[in-house]
């Protein structure tokens, strides 16, 4: 043990920080930035050290990945799971911490973008992608089913999937928007945009004021 830390916690400390330093090179260069020497120095570390703990680019790449959709999932699953809060609740939301930093900052954005653009070309990168936007997807529109069925005014609307679909490919164009041109539209417009929408299909309900 040294400083008080078990060497099992000192090798999870080197693991985050090598991920890390990853999620930084990414951000500022793409996917193509990293090798296992950059990331080594950046870290402050030897490369022996990062191959002792990534045999490889991939397994690494792959970790930061998995990493990145463990954030996401739970920054909107949490929300997902108070149930005493209104369908309609939840949804704004989760609106609104997908369009917010830390989830819609320029570093995540980036590098969620950076895996994206090479999943067609990796089909684990692909599989995961894919995977995380369906579960999105269907709890993006669970929560649009309960707000139809809470509310008998609510029947006239548009089908759950075709709602969940549209609020979520709007998130996606800011985040690129956030991305390309991140002094042009801010996070509070993004959010009043999606609500927006949300409230010409529910206009008596006031979650989707703004």
């Given at each position: ?194 609500l927006a929408f949300l409230r010409g299909q529910f ?8």
């Amino acid at each position: 043990m040294k400083n008080g830390i078990s060497r099992a916690e000192q090798k999870l400390l080197t693991r985050k920080k090598l991920i890390d330093t990853t999620l930084d090179v990414i951000a500022e260069g793409g996917l193509s930035s990293v090798t296992m020497a950059r990331v080594a120095v950046s870290a402050g570390l030897s490369q022996g050290i990062c191959n002792f703990h990534f045999k490889s680019k991939d397994q690494l790449l792959l970790e930061v990945l998995k990493v990145v959709i463990r954030e996401f999932r739970e920054t909107w699953k949490n929300i997902i799971k108070e149930a005493n809060l209104a369908p309609s609740t939840r949804l704004r939301k989760m609106i609104e911490v997908l369009l917010s930093p830390p989830v819609a900052s320029t570093h995540r954005i980036s590098v969620w973008f950076a895996f994206w653009g090479e999943a067609r070309f990796r089909k684990k990168y692909l599989t995961i992608c894919q995977t995380f936007d369906r579960e999105l997807e269907d709890d993006f529109e669970t929560l649009v089913r309960e707000l139809i069925a809470g509310n008998a005014d609510n029947n006239h609307v548009t089908s759950p999937k075709i709602i969940s679909l549209g609020v979520i490919a709007m998130i996606d164009g800011y985040h690129l928007d956030f991305l390309l041109t991140p002094d042009l539209i801010g996070s509070e417009i993004a959010i009043q945009s999606c609500l927006a929408f949300l409230r010409g299909q529910f206009p008596k309900c006031d979650d989707f004021l703004f």
